[in-house]
């Protein structure tokens, strides 16, 4: 059964840090790339961060470049993200997901940037 299992999500001040962790179980996790995504209220999901299934290449959004960095440890199977001066619209549900010709979606985790 395949399962992501996201923690570390909460209430943090602007400018302010959080680390995200997805937890994979089901499935073998060094031959998927992982994602993590995003939902704000009212808008559509948002492509945050990915990562190679090796490590060796990431990706981001534009919002979100120099602040924010995916890694993985392929012998845990976790997937994180770090996140560094986080400004309100950072504001969302934060999503693992794994992709290798199908997608697999963890439940997601709440982040609220406020003061």
């Known amino acids: 059964q395949v399962q992501l299992v996201e923690s570390g999500g909460g209430l943090v001040q602007p400018g302010g840090s959080l680390r995200l962790s997805c937890a994979a179980s089901?499935?073998?996790?060094?031959?998927?790339?992982m994602c993590w995504y995003r939902q704000a209220p009212g808008k559509e999901r948002e492509l945050v961060a990915g990562?190679?299934?090796?490590?060796?290449?990431?990706n981001y959004a534009d919002s979100v470049k120099g602040r924010f960095t995916i890694s993985r440890n392929n012998a845990e199977k976790t997937v994180y993200l770090q996140m560094n001066s986080l400004k309100h619209e950072d504001t969302a549900v934060y999503y693992c997901?794994?992709?290798?010709?199908?997608?697999?979606w963890g439940q997601g985790t709440q982040v609220t940037v406020s003061s």
């Open positions: 990562i190679s299934p090796t490590g060796r290449r990431t």
């Open positions: 997901a794994a992709y290798s010709g199908a997608w697999y």
């Open positions: 089901g499935f073998t996790f060094s031959s998927y790339a």
